[in-house]
C-alpha cells in the first residue's frame, strides 16, 4: 500500500525543514568563530539558548495543535524559521553580527522548530491510515537522521568554501520549501474545540499520559534514559581526543558512525514492527541502547576507534527505533483532539530530563572522573531497558484498538 499523496507532501516538507535546522545549527556557531572570534563559553551558550524553547515553550504549541489546523501552524512554524535565517543574513552581511543576536535569533528559530515537532507527529494519523503509521513514522525519522548525519559536515564545508551567507541562503530557501508543500496538504477538517481554560487542557494530556498504562511506563523510560544517559555524552569526546589518543580523522570515523545508525535504525524500525509483536518492537530500542552503554564501557578497556564507532551506531540505532515505535502507539491510542498535548508532554519531560543529565554527570566527572560518568550512563540504560521490559508493553501483540 503506498502513502497518500498529503503524506508525501508532509515528508519532503519534514526533509526540507530538517536540512534547514541542521544547517542553521552547524552554521551559527562556524560563523559565530569565525567571524566573531567566539570562545568555547559563547559557543556553549548560543547552544544552550537553541535547546532552552523545548524546555520552556513545547506546552503553547501542543494546546495550539488541538485547536487549529496542524498543517496551518506548520506553516507559521516553518515561517518563523525562515524569517530567523534571513535576519541572520542580514546581519552578517551588514556587520551587526553579534552574540546576544545570534542567541535571540536562535531562540525564535528555535521556537519554530518546536512547535514544527509537535504538529508534525499529530498531523500524520489523519494522513495516512492505521496499518501505515510505522512505516510513516520511520519515513519522517529517516529524513531527520540524513538531516542530522549530513547537515554537520555540509554546513562545515560550504562555510569554507562559500561562506556562511550563502549557507543560510540555503537554509532560508530550503524552509520557504518547506512551507510551499505544507501549503498543498489537504488535512481532514476536525470538529471545533470546544474553549476551555489552557491549564485545564493541558491537566487533561498529562493525565492521559500518566494514567495510560501504556505511555506512562513510556514517559518513564525515556526520563531514565535521557537523564543518565546524558552523563556521558558531552564527555566522551574529550576522552576520545585525550585518554585514548584518538586523532581528528578517528574522532570523525566515531560521530560518522552515530550518524549511519540513525539512518540504518529509521529503516530497520519499519521492519520491526511488521515482523515482531508490537510491544518487543518497542523494547528493542532501549535493549540496543544498553548495548550501545555496555561497548562504551568496553572501551576503558580498549581505546579503539572501531569500538568506539560501534558503540556509535548502536546509540544511533537504538533511539530512533525507540522514536518510531513509541511515537507510533502514542498516535493510535490517544484521542486526536489531545494528539498536540500528549506530544507536548513527552518533548517537555524529554527536554528537561536532558539538563539535569548534563549537570549530574558534571558533577559525577568532577568528583570521581569521566570513567565514572561512563558507568552512570551504563547504569541509566540498564534501568531505561529494566522499566520497560517489566510493563505490560511485553504483551502488546498488536497496535491496540
Known amino acids: 500500500m503506498s502513502f497518500p499523496a498529503s503524506f508525501q507532501r508532509l515528508a519532503a516538507a519534514n526533509l526540507a525543514a530538517q536540512s534547514a535546522e541542521q544547517l542553521s545549527l552547524a552554521a551559527v556557531p562556524l560563523v559565530a568563530v569565525l567571524v566573531l572570534g567566539s570562545g568555547a563559553g559563547e559557543i556553549g551558550l548560543l547552544a544552550a539558548v537553541q535547546t532552552l524553547p523545548f524546555l520552556l515553550l513545547s506546552i503553547p504549541p501542543g494546546l495550539l495543535a488541538d485547536r487549529l489546523p496542524r498543517g496551518t501552524l ?79 559536515a555540509l554546513a562545515g564545508a560550504l562555510v569554507a568554501w562559500i ?17 510551499a508543500l505544507l501549503l498543498r496538504i489537504r488535512e481532514p477538517a476536525r470538529p471545533p474545540a470546544a474553549a476551555r481554560h489552557p491549564l485545564r487542557e493541558m ?22 534514559g535521557t537523564s543518565l544517559g546524558s552523563c556521558c555524552r558531552p564527555r566522551t569526546c574529550r576522552m576520545r581526543c585525550g585518554r585514548w589518543a584518538l586523532g581528528s580523522e578517528a574522532v570523525g570515523f566515531t560521530l560518522g558512525c552515530y550518524g549511519a545508525g540513525m539512518v540504518v535504525g ?16 518497542i523494547q528493542f530500542g532501549p535493549a540496543v541502547s544498553v548495548l550501545a552503554a555496555g561497548v562504551m564501557v568496553a572501551t576503558l578497556a580498549v581505546p579503539s576507534a572501531l569500538v568506539a564507532g ?25 484521542p486526536s483532539a489531545m494528539l498536540g498535548r500528549v506530544g507536548a508532554v513527552f518533548l517537555t519531560v524529554n527536554a528537561g530530563a536532558r539538563p539535569v543529565g548534563a549537570a549530574l554527570g558534571g558533577a559525577v566527572g ?21 522499566v ?4 505490560r508493553l511485553s504483551g502488546l501483540r498488536r497496535l491496540p484498538a
Not at 529509521?266 to 518492537?281: E, Y
Not at 560501534?310 to 490517544?334: D, E, H, K
Not at 568532577?366 to 529494566?386: K, M, N, P, R
Open 74 to 152: 506548520m506553516v507559521a512554524a516553518e515561517s518563523l524559521r525562515a524569517l530567523s535565517l534571513l535576519v541572520l543574513l542580514g546581519m552578517l552581511l551588514t556587520g551587526a553580527l553579534s552574540i546576544p543576536g545570534l542567541a535571540v535569533v536562535g531562540f525564535v528559530g528555535a521556537v519554530g522548530t518546536v512547535a514544527f515537532s509537535v504538529a508534525a507527529p499529530a498531523l500524520v494519523p489523519a494522513l495516512v491510515p492505521r496499518e501505515l503509521l510505522g512505516r510513516a513514522n520511520g519515513r519522517i525519522e529517516l529524513a531527520r537522521s540524513a538531516a542530522y548525519a549530513a547537515g554537520p
Open 163 to 179: 561562506g556562511g551567507a550563502a549557507v543560510f541562503v540555503i537554509g532560508a530557501l530550503l524552509s520557504c520549501a518547506a512551507v
Open 203 to 224: 491537566q487533561e494530556g498529562a493525565q492521559f499520559v500518566w494514567r495510560h498504562e501504556h505511555l506512562r511506563p513510556m514517559v518513564l523510560t525515556g526520563v531514565a
Open 266 to 281: 529509521s529503516l530497520l524500525a519499519p521492519r520491526l514492527v511488521a515482523r515482531m509483536a508490537f510491544g518487543r518492537a
Open 310 to 334: 560501534a558503540s556509535f551506531f548502536l546509540f544511533g540505532a537504538g533511539p530512533i527505533i525507540w522514536t518510531i515505535t513509541t511515537t507510533t502507539l502514542r498516535q493510535s491510542v490517544t
Open 366 to 386: 568532577a568528583a570521581w572522573g569521566e570513567t565514572a560518568c561512563l558507568w552512570l550512563a551504563f547504569a541509566g540504560f540498564v534501568l531505561q531497558a529494566g
Open 388 to 391: 520497560i521490559l517489566a510493563s
